[in-house]
């Protein structure tokens, strides 16, 4: 990123969508650019960071990502719904010892499949996104058969690829602290990485 002599301005203008990802839309957008950058990656552009500059396109194909991702935490989101919110009703509406016990019993059990179904969508969902955006057909983020092959196919690159995803997102907070610029544009810096990381560890596979 830093090769490009525009990262600065490309970096900031994505901060600008990123504060717009408060109302939702601005994620769009940037889900938008990360996937042109990701293509330029895997094209082996020289200097991969795309200019602002098709905004229209951009939003677009973000926003089927966006869906895309929304589907695949579905289960988790549903898993919720069906035992966290009742339990927090019965905890917080009855005077029962009993029942509130059984209420944080049921949280502390459903806890135990949230966190592991989290972090195995969570492993899976950027190769999803990648298949989606490289053949630009949304379709593609579910054909699991060829998911499944991709990631034990190239494991070493794609594993790779994930760690430096989930570094960039830790480092994330320590934007304002460290480097005095914002969270936001650190946040922004850091889905460019995972971009660029995943487009490499594809463009190395050799399973398609």
């Known amino acids: 990123m830093f ?3 525009r990262w ?5 203008i994505g901060g600008l969508f990123y504060l ?3 109302f939702l839309i601005g ?15 895997i094209a082996g552009v020289p200097n991969p960071l795309p200019e602002w500059d098709e905004l229209g396109e951009y939003f677009a194909e973000g926003f089927g990502l966006c869906v895309i991702a929304f589907a695949y935490m579905l289960p988790v989101i549903v898993l919720v719904a069906m035992i966290f919110v009742p339990a927090i009703l019965v905890g917080g509406l009855t005077d029962q010892e009993a029942l509130r016990n059984a209420a944080g019993g049921a949280m502390s059990c ?14 899976f969902l950027p190769g999803g996104l990648l298949l989606a955006i490289v053949d630009r057909r ?6 699991f058969g060829r998911l499944w092959a991709f990631i034990r196919g190239n494991f070493a690159n794609y594993l790779l690829a994930y760690v430096v995803y989930l570094v960039a997102r830790f480092a994330v907070p320590f934007g304002l602290i460290l480097f005095c610029i914002g969270i936001i544009f650190t946040a922004v810096w850091a889905m460019v990485v995972a971009s660029y990381a995943f487009g490499q560890a594809y463009r190395l596979s050799p399973v398609k």
Request: glycine share 2%.
């Open 3 to 5: 090769q490009d002599p």
């Open 20 to 22: 717009a990802a408060f």
């Open 27 to 41: 994620m769009f957008f940037i889900m938008g650019y990360c996937a042109r950058l990701t293509r330029n990656v």
């Open 110 to 123: 459903a806890w135990c499949l949230v966190f592991p179904l989290s972090f195995i969508i969570s492993f």
């Open 8 to 12: 600065i301005t490309k970096i900031a």
């Open 138 to 143: 949304f379709a593609a983020a579910f054909e």
